[in-house]
């Protein structure tokens, strides 16, 4: 048995206005994963995870964030072994104007406000990864039946 695994990693960015808690939210349009989600992308062939991150936030935002946090992961399997990884970053030092990119519309909201928008499978269950320090991870399972169990560890 190979101790390797091949693996995609990607991240996504909760951008946080400190003094109003608004958040940074896009609206995708992208019928593979659609709906209200964070900012975030592939990591690049010899990129670091945190540039990924700050690069990711501002070709979909406009934004240039700082000191973003690392704040747990989201990972499940892919159907042809590999695992998916999603690198979940906080921040709330950032400067520029929000413009919307390729992705979808780039607008901020409140989280009240997410509970009436379409939003991707398992968002909303990702969500506590962001705000909990003691939750570091989002586990979900293989998908039996259309189903994924999912773990908060």
Known sequence: MTRTTPVELTNMIMIEKPQTHEILVEDRQNPTWPGVTFPGGHIEAGETIVASAIREAYEETGLTISQPQLVGLKEWPLPDGQRYIVFLFKATQFQGDIKSGRE???FWTTREALNDMLLPPTFKEMLPVFDDPQ????????RIAGERS???L
């Open 104 to 106: 979808g519309q780039i």
């Open 150 to 152: 999912l773990s908060w």
């Open 135 to 142: 939750i570091n991870e989002l586990a979900l399972g293989p």
